[in-house]
Each structure stands twice: as C-alpha cells, then as structure tokens.
C-alpha cells in the first residue's frame, strides 16, 4: 500500500535492472521515511563491519565447523591440527581509531608475537594470513566457506606455513608475516572497506617473494567476494590460478595478468533502452 | 619576524621557529589526519595558531620569491611561476598575507576586482590565505567569484546551481546504466554531465559507453554533455578512433610527480584537449575539460615533497586552470580517514577546495562525500552541501539514493539536488531548464511532475513489453 503524501515513481520497473536506489519516490522532492530510514539501517550495518572487532576464537571455530562439514576436508587431520595452531598477531596500530589514520602502523607487525613466528619459521612455499582489516563481518562470513571451497583441490606438493590471523593489519602486513616464516607466497585475506550495499566484502591478494621493498604493485587482487558478489568457487579458481602462475613465473602484479577472467561479450550493442526504436 | 633562513615568532616568553615557507604552512593548516600521517602538521593546537599570526605576516611578494618546490624540479611550479600575471599583481603586490584576507573580505572587492585578479594569485598564495580565514570567510568570498562555463550550457551563473548524473553500475551493463540516467533525469538532474565512471576501464568499454550516452543525449535533445572517466590516453584513443567525444576527463594533482604517478603531464593534457577541441562537439561554448582533484593524493603517492595536502591541492588548481575546464570537481571525502578524518575536516576541506578553486578562477563543483570508515554520515553532507551552495558553488553529484553501487561510497542524490534549489530558489542551467520545462518534468515554479513524459514512457513501455 502506498504511504500517504508520498509520491510514487511510475518507473519502479526499472528496479530489476540495477542494485541503485533508483525510484525510490519521493516526500515533496525529499527521501520518503522509509527509504530514508533504510539507509540509515544499512549505513549502520556498514559502521559496524568497520568498528566491531574481529572475534579470532570465534571465526577459528567457524573454520573448524566448515572443516568438519566438508566430505573431502573432515578426514584431513593435518587441516585440523593448522587451525589449531594459528598464531595470532596484532600490527602496531593500538586501537580502531588509530587503525583508521595510520594505515603505516597497520603494516607494521606489533613485536608481541615476532618471538612465536620465528620460531614457527621454516621453508615454505606459502603463507595464509588471515587480517581483519575493515570489515569482521566480511571474514566472519566468508573466510571459512572460501577456504572449504579452496583448500580440497590446492596442489598437495605446496607446503603451508601455520596460519596467521593479524587484528588491526593492512594488506601489506603479510610481507612481514611471510617473511618471518620463510614462505615464498603469501596470500592475505582481509576485510574489504564496506559499501553501503555490501557490508561483508572479502579481498584476497597474493604476493610472491614478499620482503620489506614490496609495493601494492606486486600483489594480485581478487576482490568483492561474498555472497551476492564473487562466489567461492569463483574466488577459488582465480586463487588456484594466480598462486599456480606465480609458481611457475616466479612473481606477482602487475606483470602477472589474471586471465583467469571471464571475458564478458555481452556488451555489443550502444543502444540502451532508451533509444531503442 | 621572517628571515632568509626561516620564520621567528617570540609569544610571551616563548619562541617559534619554522624553518622555510612549507614548514609554515603545513603547521598553519587546520588539522587534518593526511597531514598528521605526513608528519607535518603542528604538534599543539597553540603552535599552529603561532604559525597563522607568522603566516598571517608573510608579505604575498615571497610566494613568489621562495617556490615551495624547486623551479627546475617541477613543471607545475613552472607553470605557476610562468603564468603569473606581474601587472596585475602589482594592485596586491605589497599586502602580507593577513591584509590579503582583510582586502578579499573588504566591499571594495568585487567580483570584477576578483576576476582581474585571479592570474596575480597563485595557488599557493590562495592556500595560505584560506589557511587563515574561518568557514564564513571561505563561504563569503568565494560567493563573490563568479565562474560560469560552456559548453552544450552555461553553468555556474548566480543563482543556479547543476549535478553531474553518476549513473555508475558494477559491470557496466546498459540496461542498468540506462535505468539510472533516466531516474536522473527525471528527477532534474544532469545539467553539468552525465557522466559514468566505468568499471572496466578500457578503450573498448569506453567507446560503447561514450556510443550510449551520446545516443541518449541526440534521442532526447538533452542540452547537456557526456564524458566517461577514463584516462586521459584511452579518450585520446577514442577521439582518435571517431568515436564521440564530448568532454575530456583527468584526475590531476599539483606536483609533478603526482601527475606522473597519474601517468599524465601538461603536455599530454594539452594535446587531448586539442584533440577534442578540433572535434567542434560544443554548441555554445568551448570549455571541455573536467578535472577531478582531492586533498590527500600527493601524500598517496609519495608525490607531496613535505608540503601539506591543502597547499598541495591548490597547486592542482594551478594545472586545471591552463585549460579551461568546463568543471572541476574536488572529490573531497572519497580519499579515507587517514587524509580527512570526519565530518568536519571533509566540512573544511570541501570549503577551502571550492574558495581556493574560485580564487583561482576555475568552474569548481565538489563530490560532497564519505567512505563508510569516515567519522561521517548523512548529516555532515547535508551542511557541507548547505554550505557550498551558499558559497556559490557551481555543481555536485546527483546518484540514485546517495549510493555508488560502483566506487562503494556515499554521495549526494537527485533529492539531495532537489533539497537544495529548492530551498534557496536555485535553478539548473538555463538551457536545461528549459529543456526540463519543454519534456515536463519540472514547472517553473521547480515542481517535479508525478509522470513519466511521453517520451521516456514509450521506451519504457517497449522495454516491459519486450
């Protein structure tokens, strides 16, 4: 039912085509109550992701549950025994705010627990670095049904260094975490800055050979995984893709190009609906 | 007190000491995050009102003496220096920068003064005036710059006020895009641009996206302009290829070494603009370039040699304004916390952006925005859009319901647009108003009709039926 002073847009058809808030109506010519408090729902929700902090116990349970679940991952003792390990890290950024405006101090790792993953060094030939960064919702919703998806057809010849999960890290801080344990690769996953629409954004970025000179432009990017976005299946294919051809090249960024990609052909035709005869 | 090697300034019985010119004006700035990251800002709130009395001293004569970046290093203090206008600047030339901003606010400036005056100012004399002048001064003088510009419409005369129509979707599609352009545009908006940011970002997707909205432009007899932003070398590629080109977009900022982390120069902005200039797509005026600047993107670069985000950004201001622009949009809360933390630093950038551009000369708009992990919400748009508006300001965004389902941040919306000539009796540009009143979608008296004009309705009507 219509809300009383509310005008309506005759164009709500349009509203399959795209995720914009597109006719939404109108109060006079402002925002009507509902849409305008629906907004300020999903603002909320996208404050939280940011400002909740990433419960570590809590999303290692989640994994292990996952685990568990998976017919061809619940026999696998050695997976078990990884999550059980986990080292968990902090960066130098003492608290949220502080996080939010010193992105440095973000891919610093705090000294606390350097001793730990010295100690856990070896020779291998990939890292998993798990960082809340700017979303814990993101980590806890999509971490574990990623690694369920991912880890059962990853090459049994590559050698995984124990898991990290760093609180209030940037992406950059897994060079530190790699480097640290003497892994060739090391893969990030960590909470993407949320949009109003996706709160729960997951990235993912390879790194090969990290050290203490490596730039945004040696890493590869695989971002908007969630559900609603880039599906784990997906995500795992292009990971499998970029550390396999990280492998072989022996590097990463921007000389590694991802053509993993679906090229989308669909766009043929420069007519829109609008013009259309 | 100002010596060659450095400024003194003895408060009671404590004194100051700031090295050179940068160091002044870095620590004269109110606080920002971006120039606290950057290790220039003043360390106590008492240090940097000492650094605005000793700035407010600083005769305007030295920003051309003492360049904040060395002449030989950098061709954007080259362009400054060389473009500055010596016979005009003799009017100012024996004012300190404190008797600048008591000449800007006085009665006898006005707009004619300021607009004989823009070449004498430099960005960096602009930066150091609005470092010391409060919200109202900022809002004040810039209402008194008046900067209009053409192309298929005449934006930024007094009393109106224009969008851009961001129609941005996260794969591109047409449909979708075409389903925002028309919300857009029936909701009054698109006056400065329709203009897409393009989630794949290659020649290819560019032109069937300059192919579309030049299709939708025709069909409706829209006086308006397209662009897609996209680097500046992929629209050369385009203009080249015949594809229609009407306005040419670059992100700038205002070091040289900035631009090259761009992958941009003067030179190669010189030869797109004359590239689509030849093309002769304007109707009423020429101006076609759209420059998009932001407080913080030297500092990202590594690109700032110590100078603090501000005085970086007017330099910005000092490539755009060789060439003409149409618009030039500040993109001020885009960046993140770590370069302007809250509401009321994006509050006092967005109005230093749109004074110093002004000053300048230049056809300044602002994407009054915020990222989710800003200290900001709705609100804080509400009075920066407020503000600007007051201030003259000549254009904003318009996006369906404030969200960019594309670049994940918030911005203003086609009622945001309508919130803001309505209140204060602003109205688009001209030739699009009337365009407005002729499709029925807005009566003079900016009523927004309940309908779909015919025309629209048939296209919609075959979209449902197809």
Known sequence: MKPPFVIQNPWETLKQFTDARIALGRAGSSLPTHEMLKFQMEHAMARDAVHLPLNGSELLGEIKTHLSRASELSARADLQKWIDQTITLNSQAENRDQYLQRPDLGRCLHSAGIDELKRSAGDFDLAICLVDGLSSIAMMRNVAPFLVEWLPSLDPSISLAPLTLVMQGRVAIGDAVAQTLNAKQVLVLIGERPGLSSPDSMGLYLTYAPNATTTDADRNCVSNIRLGGLSYPDAAHKAHYLINESRRLQLSGVQLKERSEVVDNTLTSAKSFLTAR | ?466
């Open chain 2, 1 to 466: 007190m100002s010596t060659r090697s450095g400024f003194q300034y003895v408060f009671g019985t404590q004194s100051f000491h700031f090295s050179n010119l940068a160091e002044l004006m870095a620590k004269a700035s109110p606080l920002r995050s971006g120039d606290v990251l950057a290790n220039v800002a003043a360390h106590t709130e008492q240090e940097r009102a000492i650094a605005q009395m000793c700035l407010a001293d600083v005769p305007l004569k030295r920003f051309l003496q003492e360049a904040l970046i060395p002449y030989e290093q950098d061709e954007v203090t080259r362009l400054i220096l060389d473009e500055h206008d010596a016979q005009a600047f003799q009017r100012i030339s024996h004012l300190t920068v404190g008797d600048f901003r008591n000449f800007l606010l006085g009665d006898t400036c006005t707009t004619e003064v300021l607009q004989s005056l823009k070449m004498a100012i430099t960005p960096e004399m602009a930066a150091a005036v609005s470092k010391i002048m409060r919200n109202q001064d900022l809002i004040l003088v810039a209402k008194k710059c008046s900067v209009v510009t053409q192309f298929r419409n005449t934006i930024g005369l007094p009393g109106h006020f224009s969008t851009r129509l961001q129609p941005n979707h996260p794969t591109d599609d047409l449909t979708g895009i075409a389903a925002s352009i028309m919300d857009g545009l029936l909701y009054a908006n698109g006056d400065a641009v329709i203009g897409i940011n393009p989630a794949t970002d290659n020649v290819q997707q560019c032109s069937t996206l300059l192919h579309m909205l030049d299709d939708v432009i025709q069909h409706y007899q829209i006086p308006t302009q397209s662009c897609v932003l996209t680097h500046v070398t992929n629209t050369l590629e385009c203009i080249h290829a015949g594809i229609p080109v009407d306005l040419v977009f670059q992100s700038i900022g205002g070091t040289e070494a900035t631009n090259d982390s761009f992958g941009i120069n003067l030179a190669l902005l010189a030869e797109a603009q004359d590239a689509a200039l030849s093309q002769q797509r304007g109707t009423v005026g020429q101006n076609l370039m759209y420059f998009e600047t932001g407080q913080g993107s030297s500092l990202s670069a590594n690109a700032h040699h110590g100078l603090d985000q501000q005085t970086c950004e007017a330099r910005a201001y000092g490539v755009a304004r060789t060439f003409n622009p149409l618009l030039v949009n500040t993109v001020v809360g885009f960046i993140g916390p770590e370069y302007l933390y809250d509401g009321k630093q994006i509050t006092r950038a967005g109005l230093e952006d749109h004074f110093c551009g002004k000053l300048l000369g230049l056809p300044m708009g602002c994407d009054v925005c915020y990222t989710n992990h800003a200290e900001a919400d709705q609100n804080d748009m509400d009075n920066l859009l407020t503000l600007l508006a007051n201030a003259g300001c000549n254009f904003i965004m318009g996006i369906p319901g404030s969200d960019d389902i594309m670049l994940n941040y918030q911005t203003t919306s086609f009622h945001d647009a309508l919130y803001i000539r309505k209140l204060l009796g602003l109205k688009p540009a001209p030739e699009f108003e009337q365009w407005l009143q002729s499709m029925d979608i807005m009566d003079k008296q900016f009523s927004i009709s309940d309908a779909i004009p015919a025309p629209f309705a048939k296209n919609l009507k075959a979209l449902q039926n197809h």
